[in-house]
């Protein structure tokens, strides 16, 4: 439950109190109108808290409200730059079998996407607005190149990979039955989450607070409900995955992208291995980005995590040490990590050249990048080069701070 929220002044002499409103449509002086909170929710999407719930998923543009679909209309359509697709339902909670009602809802949506092509997405959207997703997301973020941004939304509506959101005022009992029933109706590649939004208002009930916060989401669990990492992710902030498919998993004809990301990490795992031994060498992939878990960390390992990317869309190359959000103790171990690069001389010595930088979203990286040119935006012209300064860095980057993460996790508390 939220109580009021107490604002004080910086001398503590002021008080003021914003008083918790329910999103209701009945008009009462104590209620926000239902469409209202739609319309804040849409327009400012930074207020969903997508990083607890995927951090690929931040940043969202919102693109169209009421989305026609042959089964009814969609509340909500945000997109990303990198593609990714967000579908949301606002509603009330009246009972539980209303809500057992809007995921069955969200879920028809979802299967009706999956057999669109981006050019229907697009007749749909400019039914709406009059403009293409392209356009809208690219006026938010100019650096989105269209033809990537159009095959990466295409593979997802391909695969059923969404983000499915119901967004409401109470959501209380009932969060097991719900899970029960996702996984009944489950056979996409969706990630599925129920957000609260709290609405609080000053006595004059001029300005607004709203507080919105996750208290269901789908598990990321194999051959159930598996939400597979994008293949043309153009960033190097790859979700992390609790499990992820092998190429003989993936059905799928590969695109000339795929081709270059598997002859790649080929070339740099092949008869590789840390100098750590107890850090396991990811398989070869068709994705942008492999992983290397810490074990002992949060999310079954992925709180705490390594990755080594290929970013076209910022022409580089690079390994990293990062954090999962939502994690206070991994956060204290990467901060300590930082620290420790400052004083401590032999692991300094040992990632020189090392770098500090964040991801679009703000998320910190701790390794190593470089420059690379991918020829028409596919395979690396330095291919051998590449391969080799990617088998340095990367086992330079896990054999120094694998250690030292695991010691941390144990020294916690």
Same mark, same amino acid.
């Given at each position: 439950m939220y109580g009021n929220l107490i604002q004080l002044s910086g001398d503590f002499t002021e008080r003021t109190t914003w008083r918790r409103v329910g999103p209701v449509s009945s008009g009462r002086a104590d209620s926000i109108d239902e469409n209202r909170l739609q319309d804040i929710l849409f327009r400012h999407a930074e207020t969903l808290p997508l990083d607890e719930i995927d951090s690929a998923y931040e940043t969202p543009v919102p693109v169209c409200r009421e989305l026609g679909t042959r089964v009814g209309f969609v509340d909500a359509l945000y997109l990303t730059p990198t593609g990714r697709i967000i579908l949301a339902e606002f509603k009330l909670w009246r009972n539980p079998s209303a809500r057992r009602e809007v995921i069955g809802q969200i879920l028809d949506y979802a299967r009706v996407l999956a057999s669109w092509s981006y050019d229907d997405l697009e007749r749909e959207v400019r039914k +709406?607005?009059? +403009?293409? #997703? $392209?356009?809208?997301?690219?006026? /938010?973020?100019? *650096?989105? @190149?269209?033809?990537? $941004?159009? *095959?990466?939304? /295409?593979?997802?509506?391909?695969?059923?990979?969404? %983000?499915?959101?119901?967004? &409401?005022? &109470?959501?209380?009992? &009932?969060?097991?039955?719900?899970?029960?029933?996702? @996984?009944?109706?489950? &056979?996409?590649? $969706?990630?599925? /989450?129920?957000?609260? !939004? /709290?609405v609080f208002?000053?006595? *004059?009930?001029?300005? %607004?607070?709203? @507080?919105?916060?996750? %208290? !269901?989401?789908?598990?990321?669990? #194999?051959?159930t409900i598996l939400v597979r990492k994008t293949i043309l992710d153009e960033t190097d902030d790859d979700p992390i995955q609790e499990h992820e498919p092998s190429l003989a998993e993936d059905a799928d004809e590969p695109s000339p992208v795929e081709d270059a990301n598997e002859r790649f990490w080929r070339a740099v795992l092949t008869d590789f291995a840390f100098d750590d031994p107890r850090s396991k060498v990811p398989q070869p992939s068709r994705y942008a980005t492999v992983w290397v878990k810490v074990e002992g960390s949060g999310f079954g390992g992925w709180g705490i995590s390594f990755g080594a990317f290929l970013n076209r869309s910022q022409s580089s190359i690079g390994t990293y040490l990062t954090w999962r959000a939502g994690f206070p103790e991994e956060e204290r171990v990467f901060e300590e990590i930082m620290d420790a690069l400052g004083g401590d001389e032999e692991l300094a010595g040992a990632l020189d050249g090392w770098m500090h930088w964040s991801n679009p979203s703000g998320r910190p990286r701790l390794g190593f990048s470089r420059g690379a040119e991918f020829v028409d935006g596919t395979a690396i012209r330095d291919f051998d080069q590449a391969v080799e300064w990617m088998r340095e860095h990367f086992n330079r980057l896990v054999t120094a701070l694998h250690p030292e993460c695991r010691r941390r996790l144990r020294a916690k508390g």
């Open positions: +709406r607005v009059k +403009r293409s #997703p $392209f356009d809208i997301v690219s006026e /938010a973020h100019g *650096d989105v @190149q269209e033809h990537i $941004f159009i *095959d990466a939304v /295409a593979r997802r509506l391909k695969r059923g990979e969404f %983000l499915l959101l119901i967004i &409401g005022d &109470g959501i209380r009992e &009932g969060v097991e039955d719900i899970a029960s029933y996702v @996984q009944k109706h489950s &056979g996409l590649r $969706f990630h599925l /989450a129920l957000v609260e !939004a /709290a208002t000053r006595a *004059d009930g001029e300005d %607004l607070i709203i @507080q919105p916060r996750v %208290l !269901a989401r789908t598990e990321l669990l #194999p051959r």
